[in-house]
């Protein structure tokens, strides 16, 4: 576990990559976040950050099916990856985003991790299995943060953990799961310190 933790409040909105060959050079260290619409991932970024505008810019009109990039540091990106909402999604829409998913996982190099954001009280849904899947072609390491933890009693929330973790127990690369809380702000530190270890310590420490 490093002992400093990377300052994520210099996250600054980069760009906004309509398709992968828009993506910012694929040099130093990103980590990517995904999770089904309303599962709760703009408020998990915003809470990591401390950001509160971040992810709502990832939200504006035009950029929900985007790719989208934050800078910690010139080496370092916090990447917003767009989900797609309920089954009302057009079969030939969710085709096309699976194969932008699975070219981004599979090929972007700089790409050290996935953080997968799942409400706590329906985790594993298909669209993470599709994730996983994708991540798990190259063994991609993998963090999953049951979210709104909050909406749980202290026993369910760690019955849902463990569940989940049993669950991914043969993911082929580093998983882990933890319980977060984006409203209650607890689990932060211990997500903090993931991203922290996959991007590496450096220019962008907090004093
Ligand atoms: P996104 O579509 O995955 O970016 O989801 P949002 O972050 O916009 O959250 C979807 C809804 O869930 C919003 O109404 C949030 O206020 C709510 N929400 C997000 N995180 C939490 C949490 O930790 N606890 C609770 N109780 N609600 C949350």
Redesign the pocket.
């Known amino acids: 576990m490093p002992t400093k933790m990377l300052n994520f409040s210099t996250a600054q909105f980069l760009l906004s990559a309509p398709a992968l060959r828009h993506c910012p050079p694929d040099q130093g260290n990103e980590v990517a976040f995904a999770?089904r619409?309303?599962?709760?991932?703009?408020?998990a970024l915003n809470a990591i950050t401390g950001r509160n505008a971040l992810?709502r810019t990832s939200k504006t009109p035009g950029r929900t099916q985007a790719i989208n990039f934050f800078a910690l540091d010139e080496a370092r990106r916090l990447v917003d990856l767009p989900?797609y909402g309920y089954a009302k999604v057009p079969e030939a829409m969710k085709k096309a985003w699976q194969k932008e998913m699975s070219n981004y996982l599979g090929k972007r190099h700089s790409l050290r991790g996935l953080v997968l954001?799942m409400d706590v009280r329906h985790p594993l849904t298909d669209y993470d299995l599709s994730m996983l899947g994708f991540c798990a072609e190259r063994g991609l390491a993998v963090h999953v943060l049951l979210?709104?933890a909050?909406?749980l009693k202290h026993g369910a929330a760690k019955n849902a953990l463990l569940a989940v973790r049993r669950e991914l127990a043969d993911y082929p690369g580093e998983l882990g799961v933890q319980l977060f809380?984006?409203?209650k702000k607890s689990g932060i530190d211990e997500v903090r310190a993931v991203l922290t270890a996959w991007l590496g310590e450096g220019a962008a420490e907090a004093s």
């Open positions: 999770g619409s309303n599962a709760g991932k703009s408020s992810a989900g954001v979210t709104k909050d909406k809380s984006a409203l």
